[in-house]
């Protein structure tokens, strides 16, 4: 039972290993530098009640838990742009960002969410 056990543990690291290497995590201040550049889209994957609750300026809201999240954001996503996406508290945008990097979006991920972005003082906006 033990090994069975460690050979399960052994494979989820592995498979978590490689999809956390398909995108960037990035902290709050270094995703801000990130979002400051005029390439770089910001993706909001979470609801669109949460997002109207308040949001990072100029982010897209794509819910990531919507059956077509992929093909929403394949046609409102720039192939040839960097994605900065980012969720409630980082799981969902991981999700999201494994999606969107196994499609060949280059995509960074804000580690923490919208949380980690308020603890910082950073702004929101409620502003579509």
């Not at 978590?16 to 290497?21: E, F, I, K, Q, T």
């Not at 709050?28 to 990130?34: A, M």
């Not at 910001?42 to 838990?65: P, S, Y």
């Amino acid at each position: 039972m033990k090994k069975v056990i460690a050979f399960l543990m052994a494979i989820s690291g592995l498979f978590s290993g490689c999809s956390h290497s398909l995108y960037q995590n990035k902290n709050v201040e270094s995703f801000s530098r990130l979002i400051s550049d005029p390439d770089v889209v910001v993706l909001d994957v979470r609801t669109a009640e949460e997002f109207a609750e308040g949001h990072l300026a100029e982010a897209i809201n794509i819910d990531v838990k919507q059956d077509d999240f992929i093909e929403k954001a394949q046609r409102a996503l720039p192939s040839d742009k960097k994605i900065a996406v980012y969720c409630r508290s980082g799981r969902r945008s991981g999700m999201a960002a494994v999606l969107l990097a196994q499609k060949g979006f280059q995509v960074t991920n804000l580690k923490g969410g919208i949380i980690a972005w308020k603890e910082q003082g950073k702004a929101v906006t409620i502003e579509k």
